[in-house]
């Protein structure tokens, strides 16, 4: 036991020094590599979010464009129309955007698979369609354009010290949502996964949960959304797509579903295969297709799953620790 704590710690070790590392190697290299590193991370942030709903409570949702797009207009409008500081709009894009995941989960409760995923994708219709036609508040397809933030006097203007704003958002995600799944509420997302039935049947409220988790995941890609915003400078309708939100799904089913590692292994893949492949044109999309299409059929379980051998990778799910998640969830206070 003590040498597995020992190196599961010396991994953490590893990965965070190469956190901290990576833009003292990698922005050298160029402005594009620069480009791909900080966007690498905000995907990072919504491939974790996605993967909360999808992965870990089994909701499909082809809607995380259109929310980070919400917390891109969110965080511009405060800033640039009410003078507010980005400090005070970074978690305020988060409460926005996680609001209307509510909202929009609520009607989502009685969905599941593939009716919940066209649901979700029609948001991401009409999101971008909604921030052209509304002229007056978004200003179209001119766009706005927010500024990096600052503090004091100091301004993240160098794409080196705004990447480690952004990981330093990132580190705070993974530590809320790890100790979230610790928690009765992430133990009732995970009992709806396995089986909403059960689940109700064990007192977990199936709709609320659905509805909340939406609203986690969903907050914490508006987050990722003011975090591009400020770091693009420039916010306009066409910034994300429903294709985006395709692209999010394939992140964490080539990373690996129900693992924030795969997460961000996931996303750091196909973001850098997909800007490398920008030169391609329309053909870029084909070349992330070819890639999850080979990922799923040589690491069903995900990429993160090399980092195990197989003949020593324990199940992830068994009839005591099944029985073990029943009993915890029966419970009259359950959310």
Known sequence: MTSERNLRMARLLVVALAALAAPFVVMPLGSQMSYILDMSVIFCIVAVALNLLTGFSGQVSLGHAAFLMVGEYVSSLLTLNLNWSFWIALPLSAVVTGILGFLIGLPAVRLSGNFLAVATMGFSFAVPELALKWSGLTNGSSGLMPLRPALGSYVLGSDQAYYFLILACLVVQIIVIKNLLKSRTGRAFQ???????????????????????????????????????????????????????????????????????????????????????????????????AVMVLAVLLFPKGLVSLRVPPHARKPRHSSRGSARVTREVESPDVP
């Open 191 to 289: 009992a709806i996964r396995d089986s909403e039935i059960a689940a109700q049947s064990s007192g977990v409220r199936v709709g609320y949960n659905k509805a909340l988790v939406f609203s986690i995941s969903a907050g914490f890609t508006g987050i990722a959304g003011s975090l591009y915003a400020h770091y693009i400078n420039f916010v306009s309708p066409n910034d994300f797509t429903v294709q985006d939100s395709f692209l999010f799904l394939a992140m964490i089913v080539v990373g690996g579903l129900a693992s924030i590692p795969g997460s961000i292994l996931g996303a750091i893949v196909i973001n850098t295969i997909n800007q490398l492949s920008s030169s391609f044109g329309q053909y870029s999309i084909i070349l992330v297709g």
